[in-house]
């Protein structure tokens, strides 16, 4: 199954075939996060991609923002474009083999991409990886 490869995922980024991505941090997520005052939060971006949302979030003072994705080459683009940004915060890892908590966890287009047998598993792992009162 190619979605669970991450060389398949890899491709699509290096030959530009990233329909999904709009190239600007989504407007939805952006008003959510322009709503949050405590910046402090614990944030998970699955399947974050070149990071759009999390570039909007970082920039604009939330301090505690993490980026997982299948695919290494989205997540070194991001890294050159925010040195600054934590390495630890970095995930290049699958979904499913995640292990923490967080306060809140943003997603736009990682559930769409998932094998639809895979959509149980996702929820079932969306409630492990929230903290006890977090959102998603």
């Known amino acids: 199954m190619a979605y669970l490869d991450e060389n398949y995922w890899s491709q699509r980024y290096l ?25 402090e939060v ?3 971006i699955p399947g974050a991609g070149n990071g759009l949302e999390a ?6 003072g939330f301090k505690d923002i993490h980026l997982l994705d299948f695919s290494l080459h989205p997540l070194e683009s991001f ?6 940004f934590p390495e630890s915060h970095i995930h290049h ?3 499913f083999y995640h292990n923490h908590q967080y306060d809140l966890i943003l997603e736009q287009t990682f559930f769409c991409a998932l094998d639809p047998t895979l959509r149980i598993q ?7 990886l929230l ?4 959102n998603w």
Request: net charge negative.
């Open 15 to 39: 030959t530009g075939s990233t329909g999904w991505d709009i190239g600007y941090p989504s407007y939805p997520l952006v008003q959510y996060l322009d709503q949050i005052v405590n910046k």
């Open 93 to 95: 890892e699958d979904f």
């Open 79 to 84: 890294q050159m474009k925010f040195p600054s």
């Open 122 to 128: 996702y929820i079932n792992k969306m409630y492990d």
């Open 55 to 60: 570039a909007y979030a970082f920039q604009n």
């Open 42 to 44: 614990e944030i998970l």
């Open 131 to 134: 903290k006890p009162g977090g």
